[in-house]
Structures are given as structure tokens and as C-alpha cells.
């Protein structure tokens, strides 16, 4: 077993068990429908591949849009290192969220209506449009890896030239979609349980992305890192880190007015599911990072600040289940837990989303910039970089 497990590798037999899984729950999801296949139902429409797969999905990739607007919007050039990675991280979570989109529909061959058949005053119209375009807006923006491979220098010398609108239209892009995705949940009032129900909820959606993208560049950074035996930009990752307590912070004294504007905030207290796992996404993604990233000692070390990105991408995802799953289980009557088909089906697209990115990274120069440039760092970088982004964390607030 030992040498059945060097030879192929513990994660390619996980990866080849996970995709071998996904593709006969594909098959069991597309053959029986949603009924035979899930654990979702009239009362309960929503499960895991809207709370994770969509939800959290595409406020993960939410870094795309951040780093780009600092390198090329804030012209911070200095983050050019990190912004392929990061772009196409971006780029495969829409895919991806894309697919998962597609398994959750009752008719996913239908999906292209949207196109052609307007419905301005929804909600799901927008984001359905924004992920579109958003998606194409992020294939543009990593084409000149693909075509620097190739040496298209013609075509890429165009894209250079329509690089900054087209940037300028990603980030207006995301700020629509990442915070209409909490205007879905603004029409069940009655439904959704107070601690999660707020009418700013497009604002926490929007500033809580922003602070999960900023831990998804440090986490991608590092598993990166390790795969390709390359080294961290841990200054850049550091005042990375800045951006995230910034935007913790104030998501953290929104919710604290918001609850205290609603008289919720007894509920803090009340013995009761829901308060336990609301308490467990402030405490794991807000409290503890915040306190932790604060500190200029726990950024400058490359395990704390590793954990604590994945302690905010873990609160991220707590919230977002929380808001679909928890949150509504009580007005439902039921309760709700993922079938081993959507679990299957929901791993099966993560696996698919890591290998994809090994090899993009392996064939195509993503972390070039990084072998020509790392070296060329000013002594006083740091000082610069401090100021920096203090100037994108006001512009954001």
C-alpha cells in the first residue's frame, strides 16, 4: 500500500476518487433529476450548490477584481507579481461557479435565456448578467498569459491598449454582482432568521468578499508556492493582509450597528442553533483574524499568516451556508443536509478547479513576472507599501 501510494501520489488518488465520484453523481443528477438526487425540496429549493458552489464561489474569486483595481486602476505596480496568479484563480472560480450552476437548475439546458429573454426587475437577471460579462472581462484579462506562450505580441500589444476600461468594467462588474447576491435574500424578511436578515445585506456581501478575496490570494500564494517549490512574496502578501483587517473591521462594526439598529442584539444570546453558528462565523472568520492580522509580527510570518487566511476563508463560507442553509431551516419546518450525490458533485468541481490551475500554471508563464522582477525590490519598499495601502483601504471604505 505504502509504495501503491508513492508511486501515484496520496492527492492524485484522492483527486482520481473525487472525480470518478462527481462524474457518476453527474450522471445519477442529469438521468433522475433533482428529486432523486438531492436532498432539496419544495420547501427547502436551495442547498450546497447555491451556498457554496455559487455563494461562496464567487466571493472567493473576489481578489481578481481587488488586485486588479490596486496594480492598475491605483497603479501600484509593485503587486504585479501576484496579480496572474490571483486573475486566473479569479477566472476559474467563474467557470466553476458557472458549472455548478448548471447542476442546480431544474433546466440547465435553458440557462441561455437569460440572454435574450430580460427581466430587469430581478434580482437573479443582474447577477446573471454580471457573471457573464464578468467572466469574459476576466478571460480577456488573463489571454496575455495564453498568448505570451504563443508569441502573439501583435494581439497582445492591443489588449494592452483597452487593458484599463476594461479593468475599470471588472471591478464595477463585481461590485454589482457580489452585492446583489445579498439582495436575493432582501425579499424574505419573514423567512430568514434575524441575525443574518438585514436590509444592508448587499453591503456585507460586497465588504465580506472583499476581505475572503484578500485571504484567497494569501492562500492561493502558498499552496502555489509549495506546489511549484517557488518562494512568497510575503511583502506583498503582508500589506495584502492590511487590506483584509481593514475591510474586517468594518464589516465587523457593520453588523455590531446593524444589529444594535434592529434591537438584535439579544439574540446574541439566545440558546438556540442559530446563535451558536452565528457566533462560530464571527469568532473563526472575524474576531480571530482581525486580532491576529493586526499584529505586525503575525504577518511577517508565513504559518501565521497562512492560518489566518484560511481561519477568514473559513468564516466566509460558514456565513454564506449560514445565510442559505441555517438561517432558513426554521422557517422551512425541516431541516436541510447535503445527499452524498451533491457532495460528490460539489467535490468533484473543487477538484477539478485545483488540477486545472496546477496545470495552466505548469504549461503557461503565470509566475513569470515573479523570476524577473522579485529581486529588484527597494530597501525602502516596506514604507511605500504601508502607505499604499492605506490610500486603497480609504478609497474602498
Known sequence: MKKFLSTFGFWKIVAVVFITAGMYSAYVRFAYGLGASTHLSDQFPWGIWIGFDILCGVGLAAGGFTVAAIVHIFNLKRFEPIIRPT????????????????????????????????????????????????????????????????????????????????????????????????????????????????????????????AAG???????????????????EMHLLNEIARVCVVMLAVYAMMKFVDLKDRDALSLLFVPRFETYMYWLEIIVGVIIPLVLLSQEKIRQNPNGLFINAVLVVLGFIINRMNITITGLEAWAGTSYFPSLIEFSITMAIITVGFIAFYYIAKFFPVFTFEEHHESKVPAHAGVVWQQDIEKVSKVIV
Open 87 to 210: 486573475i486566473l484563480t479569479a477566472f476559474l472560480g467563474y467557470i466553476l461557479v458557472i458549472v455548478g450552476l448548471m447542476f442546480d437548475l431544474g433546466r440547465p439546458l435553458q440557462v441561455w435565456h437569460a440572454i435574450i429573454m430580460w427581466n430587469p426587475r430581478s434580482v437573479m437577471f443582474e447577477v446573471a448578467w454580471c457573471v457573464m460579462l464578468y467572466t469574459t472581462v476576466l478571460a480577456l484579462e488573463f489571454s496575455p498569459v495564453v498568448l505570451e506562450k504563443f508569441k502573439m505580441t501583435k494581439t497582445i500589444k492591443v489588449l494592452k491598449r483597452i487593458s484599463i476600461p476594461l479593468i475599470i468594467t471588472g471591478v464595477l462588474l463585481s461590485t454589482l454582482h457580489q452585492s446583489s447576491l445579498g439582495s436575493m435574500y432582501l425579499i424574505v424578511p419573514e423567512k430568514l432568521y434575524p441575525l443574518w436578515y438585514s436590509a444592508y445585506l448587499p453591503i456585507f456581501f460586497y465588504v465580506s468578499a472583499i
Open 214 to 232: 484578500c485571504a484567497m490570494v494569501i492562500f492561493e500564494s502558498f499552496l502555489s508556492s509549495r506546489a511549484f517549490n517557488r518562494g512568497i
